[in-house]
């Protein structure tokens, strides 16, 4: 079975710290996985997705992901943090064989100013 | 152009009782899914339809739940008997070709359900 699992259902960080948002994942094969950010009251978002083809993977609003077999992880970071970044933050890993989302339980992003 | 659009935005409804909720895809995109989100949970697959067909509905509860898409494009996801456990957002997701590999899903804004 496949599963993601997000450590920290809340972080918080002050305006310009460093995002770090973690997502371990668990697949049988080598998994395509997903970053989608969920604004309130708007429908999720892709942020970025790995699919093999390099390992650090750059999204949009400066985010970024590196995927880490090794360590079955694709973290989400960003160097400093905005106040428009809060928001909640998905995690998603899609096998090569099929086509539903496996999704974590997201992670709630507070940015102090 | 136009992003994926679910309707209506928030049903109530009671307990027992029949719903439907809809969903239109962006246009052009072959492949439609639905999924669940309880409260503080991630979204959880219910079913995905390639053109017409459900291609895999591995995903929906019980047989209270059932969804169509009869022209390959608008879809409505049905549900009996209505329990206070349905309760959750219902979203929608649609992409160009379920069949490519990691391709991206565009979700809707969703439908709120609560059964009283």
């Known amino acids: 079975a496949q599963s993601v699992t997000q450590l920290g259902s809340h972080v918080s960080v002050s305006e310009g710290a460093l995002v770090l948002l973690r997502c371990n994942y668990s697949s049988s094969v080598p998994p395509y996985l997903f970053w989608y950010v969920q604004y309130p009251n708007q429908g999720l978002q892709l942020l970025l997705k790995?699919?093999?083809?390099?390992?650090l993977v750059k999204g949009i609003n400066g985010f970024e992901a590196e995927f880490k077999k090794s360590e079955t992880s694709f973290h989400l970071t960003k160097p400093s943090a905005h106040m428009s970044d809060a928001a909640e933050y998905f995690c998603?890993?899609?096998?090569?064989?099929?086509?539903?989302?496996?999704f974590g339980t997201g992670t709630s992003l507070t940015v102090i100013p | 152009g136009a992003g994926v659009s679910q309707t209506p935005s928030n049903k109530v409804t009671e307990k027992g009782k029949y719903v439907e909720l809809r969903c239109d895809p962006i246009s052009g995109h072959t492949a439609l899914y639905w999924y669940r989100q309880s409260l503080g949970q991630g979204p959880e697959f219910l079913i995905y339809?390639?053109?017409?067909?459900?291609?895999?509905d591995s995903g929906l509860p019980n047989d209270r739940f059932f969804a169509v898409r009869p022209e390959g494009s608008v879809s409505t996801l049905k549900i009996q008997r209505t329990e206070r456990g349905d309760s959750a957002v219902y979203l929608c997701a649609s992409s160009r070709d379920g069949g490519l590999v990691a391709n991206e899903q565009f979700f809707g804004p969703g439908t709120r359900l609560t059964v009283l």
């Open positions: 339809f390639q053109g017409t067909g459900a291609a895999d």
């Open positions: 790995y699919t093999s083809a390099a390992t």
């Open positions: 998603a890993v899609s096998l090569n064989t099929g086509n539903q989302f496996y």
